[in-house]
DNA sequence: TGCTTATTTAAGTATTTGCTTAAGTAAGTA
DNA sequence: TACTTACTTAAGCAAATACTTAAATAAGCA
């Protein structure tokens, strides 16, 4: 970046800037885990894999493929990411592989679906 | 989709799938609504304005240019992202610009601030 | 009025994403 | 052993993303 097209307004409190600065250096690593966990939920087929992994308990990429009507490898793509993610994880069963929520990152996945379950967002607790 | 690679194990459970497939016609809105604001979220840059602009209240295209290290432009244009996507607003004082957080949806970003200000919100915590 | 400042918008581009089809793997089963 | 079945992986590609630079807009100010 070029950076001249600055701003000069006297009104700016370098001060403030300043800490800002500090604080978003010290947050660097939170900010890398947690956008890339929440790119993973921004996606509509992600987000309903999760959903129903969530309700369902655990379900296998052919029953996924089924439910959401897209094909096995489109949802198993998916799936990869979330596992690399670190937000699923797997049991193999025979030849079937049942995929399912971690624990880890539950406590952010569960307001997302008391919002599709119409469950609004400001009682979002439920201990 | 042709679907030619379809699993045709018997231990599926139609009935189960039926009606998985049928909560997610009916929750198809809020799929698709709630998965583009995790989008806007799930974006490091985003993240740290959503971060920025809930932690000092209000901060112009400017000073966040300044803070984040990056082109005004750039900056710009996420915060139009954003404002389409009705998580910020700005109201204007002379030539500049202050951007805000939309009260609206500050109850589905909060836990993401806590998470990056390290009180976490499972039972991870370091202090 | 013309010049500066704050910001947006537009156009161009490299990278990433999310699908497709085809091929590969690994666990039953005949 | 060979053939299914369930799934993953790889390659290819169209579309989306996030930046860049340059031009446009619009609000002070001299």
């Known amino acids: 970046m070029e950076n001249l097209n600055v701003c000069i307004r006297d009104k700016a409190n370098p001060?403030?800037?300043?800490e800002c600065r500090n604080k978003m250096a010290a947050n660097e690593d939170s900010f890398t885990q947690l956008s890339s966990i929440l790119a993973l939920t921004g996606n509509q087929v992600r987000l309903k894999i999760l959903y129903l992994l969530n309700q369902e308990k655990e379900l296998c990429?052919?029953?996924?493929?089924?439910?959401?009507?897209?094909?096995?490898?489109?949802v198993s793509q998916h799936l990869r990411k979330m596992k690399d993610g670190n937000i699923v994880e797997f049991r193999k069963e025979g030849q079937t592989i049942f995929?399912?929520?971690?624990?880890?990152h539950l406590?952010?996945?569960?307001?997302?679906f008391s919002i599709i379950n119409g469950k609004n967002l400001t009682v979002e607790r439920y201990e």
């Open 15 to 18: 001060l403030q800037i300043n």
């Open 61 to 74: 990429p052919c029953d996924l493929s089924d439910i959401l009507g897209m094909s096995i490898p489109a």
């Open 99 to 104: 995929y399912s929520l971690k624990v880890e």
């Open 107 to 112: 406590d952010l996945l569960h307001p997302f």
